[in-house]
Nanobody, 123 residues
């Protein structure tokens, strides 16, 4: 059983930064590609960024390119999302997710999910 726990969310002003973490336990973390998703009230869950098992390949949604950076530390079984230049439209619950094989941007491709962490950006 794979367990994912997000942390690092909070309230920040427009233009500010936050770093989210996703701690993974239960299986070999380095076997999994990982992703960050977010869900705003009344909207569907959307892909934010993904990273391959080795960390050598990453993929960001257009809405966060140039502002968010995904990374991972396989020695610490942890994935990160550095979020800079935050905007009110980034307000959402952020989820980390894991899957075998390559990066994917569809929620249905991910087998394991965390419980989410709230990010609120005030204007």
């Amino acid at each position: 059983q794979v367990q994912l726990v997000e942390s690092g969310g909070g309230l920040v002003q427009t233009g500010g930064s936050l770093r989210l973490s996703c701690a993974v336990s239960g299986r070999t973390f380095s076997s999994y590609s990982m992703g960050w998703f977010r869900q705003a009230p009344g909207k569907e869950r959307e892909f934010v960024a993904g990273i391959s098992w080795s960390g050598q390949s990453t993929y960001n949604a257009d809405s966060v390119k140039g502002r968010f950076t995904i990374s991972r530390d396989n020695a610490k079984n942890t994935m990160y999302l550095q979020m800079n230049s935050l905007q009110p439209e980034d307000t959402a619950v952020y989820y980390c997710a894991g899957k075998l094989l390559g990066i994917a941007d569809a929620t249905t491709r991910y087998a394991y999910w965390g419980q989410g962490t709230q990010v609120t950006v005030s204007s």
